[in-house]
C-alpha cells in the first residue's frame, strides 16, 4: 500500500511530446482510472509509473520516496497487461509464483501464497495446467493472481478486460473491484471504456492529448465535466451541443437556441450576449407538455434505435444534430416531431472559443 | 458434381506427381549410393542396370570398418584408422562450431532486438550482407591471416571459420524469432522483479528454443557438408574431415565407387539422427497461451 505522487511530468519521443506536465496524487488504496481515447498517453503514463518507460522530466515518488531512476524490478509495483504476458512455458502456479521465487521466498511459503490467492480466483484446479490449457477468462485471472500474490504496493492495471466478451468483462469489472476494496491496495486503471471507468473507480483522470483534462470522482465528471472534451467523453450517448447566445436580465439568465430560451443556472462571469455552448445529457431531456415556452426543445426525428430497455432517438433541433435517451417502451418513430424540457440545474454552459465550463 | 470430383482428382494427382518427382530428386541419389554400397565390386562395372543387387555383400563396409580387406584381390590395409580420425574430426568441428554459433547468435540477434545503440540496423544489415560475399574471394585472405595466427590445420581455426560463415544466418533467423516475441513477457518479468540477465535465461531463450534448434540444424548440416574450407586449411589427417576424405578414395588407376558409397552412407547418419532427435523439440505454437 503506498501514495503515489506525480509531479509535473513529460514525456518525449524525440520531438514529440506525448505526456505535457502531469499532476496527479493518488492516495493510499485508492483506485484511479485514468481514461482518454487512443494515442492520449493514458497508457504511457502507465508504463512511466511501472518503469517501463523513461522520463522526460518531472517526478513519481511512492510514499515520499522519487522513483524516477529506480529499476521496475526494485519498485514493488505489479501490473496487469492487456495481453496479460503469461509465461507461456511455466504452469499456471509458477506463473503465480514467479515473483515469490526471485524474491527467494522458500518454496512451501509460496506454495501456500500462489494457493491462497488460486482459491479466491477460482483457479485451483487449474494450477498444473499451462496459460494454453485456459481460456481467455481464466488467463485473465492467473494475470490477476500472479500480480495480487506478491501483495505490491501498486497494482498497475493496463486495459486488462479489453480482450474479454461483453459478459465476462462485466463481472470481472466486479470483481476486481471487490478484490480492491478487500486488499485496500492502491490501483491505477487504464482503459478506453468509461462504464469501466465510471463504475469501478474513486476517482477518474481524463487524459487528452497527454495532457489532463479533469480529475474527480465519476459524479463530479458527469455532473460538473470541466471542459466541453469531458462533456463529450464521459456519458452515453455523448452529450448534445448547441450553439446560443447567453443573455442576462435582472432575474434570470437564459441561453437562446434556435429562437427558444432556455434557462440557465448563473454564468456570473459572462457578459450579456456572449457566444456560448449550450450542453443537454440526452438522458435528462423529457417529454415536454407544451411545445412553447422557456425550456422547450423542439426535435424533429430521423432515426430510433432500441435496445430493449431503452430507446435512443436521433434528429435534429434547428440544423444542430441531437439524440435523446427515452423509455424502451416509449412509442417514437422516424418523422415524430416532438417537444422536449429540461431542468435548469441539469444543464451545461461552455464558453465557446476555450470549452471550458462557466457555470456553476 | 462430376466436374467437381474430377477437379479433386486432376488436383490429387497433380500432388502425388510432385510429391514422387520431389521424393525421387533427393532420395534418389541416397537409394543409389546405398544399393551402390552393398553391390559386390565386380557386378558394379557390369553393364546391366540393377535397381538392386543379385548379390548383396558387405565388403565395402567390411572395408571400411574392418582391420583388413580385400581389395582386388589382394589383402590390404583397412581404411578404418583414416575413416574413424576424420569422423572424428567431422564431428568435432561441425559440433563446435554448431554450439558456439547458436550461443553467439542467441545473445547477439537480442542484442540487435532489443537494445538501442546507435548503428544498430545499419551494423545488422553489413552483418547479413556478408552472406552475399562469395567464399573464394576471401579464401587467399583468410589463408594468411590463419597461418598467421598459427591457425592451419587446426580445429579451432576451421571452427572460426565455420562460425564466421555460418553466424549471418543464425544471427538473421534468431533476430526474427526474438521480434516475435511479445515484448510484454520481458516487462512483466522485470515488474516480477526479474533482472536484464535472468529475464533473457529464464523467460526469453525458452521461449526462443524452437529458434535455436532451427539455427543449430542449419549449422550443423551446412558444418558437416563443408568441403571448400577443410580442403584448404585441413591438409592432414590431424584436422581432416570425412568431406575430404572420401573423394581421396580415387586413386590414379582405380575408383573405388563401393567404398566411396559406402563411407558416404556412414557419413550422412550423424546428420540424420541430429535431425531427428532435435526435431522433436522443433514444436511450433511454444508461444500459445501468453497472451488472450
Known sequence: MAKLEISNLTKNYGKVEVIKGVDLTVEDGEFVSLIGSSGCGKSTLLRMIAGLEDITSGSISIDGRVINDVEPKDRDIAMVFQNYALYPHLTVAENMGFSLHLRGVPKNEAKIAVEKVAETLGLTPYLDRAPKALSGG????????????????????????????????????????????????????????????????????????????????????????????????????????????????????????????????????????????????????????????????????????????????????????????????DAIKSGDKISLTVKTNLLHVFDYVTGIRINN | MYMKNFKTVIGKTSLIFAVSLLLFWSLGPIYWSFVTSITPPNDLVSSELHLWPETVSFEHYGKLFGATSISQGNEVQSIWPQFSKAFANSLVTSIGATLLTVLIAAFGAYAFVRFTFPGRDILFYVVVATMAIPAYTVMIPLYRLMISLSLINTHTGVIFIYISAFLPLALWLMRSVYQAIPISLEEAAYLDGAGKTYTLMRIVLPLAAPGLIAAAILTFLNAWGQFMVPLVFSPTLATKPLTVLIPEFVTRNYIDYGLMNAAGIVAIAPPIILVVFLNKYLVSGLMAGSGK
Open chain 1, 138 to 329: 481464466q488467463r485473465q485471472r492467473v494475470a490477476m493472481g500472479r500480480a495480487i500474490v506478491r501483495n505490491p504496493r501498486i497494482f498497475l492495471f493496463d486495459e486488462p478486460l479489453s480482450n474479454l466478451d461483453a459478459k465476462l468483462r462485466v463481472q470481472m469489472r466486479l470483481e476486481i473491484k471487490a478484490l480492491q476494496k478487500r486488499l485496500g491496495t492502491t490501483s491505477i486503471y487504464v482503459t478506453h471504456d468509461q462504464v469501466e471507468a465510471l463504475t469501478m473507480s474513486d476517482r477518474l483522470v481524463l487524459l487528452n492529448g497527454g495532457q489532463v483534462e479533469q480529475i474527480g470522482t465519476p459524479m463530479e465528471v458527469y455532473k460538473k465535466p470541466a471542459n466541453i472534451f469531458v462533456a463529450s467523453f464521459i456519458g452515453s450517448p455523448a452529450m448534445n451541443l448547441f450553439d446560443g447566445i447567453l443573455h442576462r436580465d435582472v432575474e434570470q439568465t437564459f441561453v437562446t437556441v434556435h429562437g427558444n430560451k432556455i434557462l440557465v443556472p448563473n454564468c456570473p462571469k459572462l457578459t450579456n450576449g456572449t457566444k456560448v455552448k449550450l450542453g443537454i445529457r440526452p438522458e435528462h431531456l423529457k417529454y415536454a407538455a407544451t411545445d412553447s415556452g422557456n425550456n422547450i426543445i423542439n426535435m424533429k426525428v430521423s432515426m430510433t434505435e432500441t435496445t430493449g430497455a431503452e430507446t435512443y432517438a436521433y434528429g435534429h433541433f434547428g440544423d444542430e444534430a441531437m439524440t435523446i435517451k427515452l423509455n424502451g417502451e
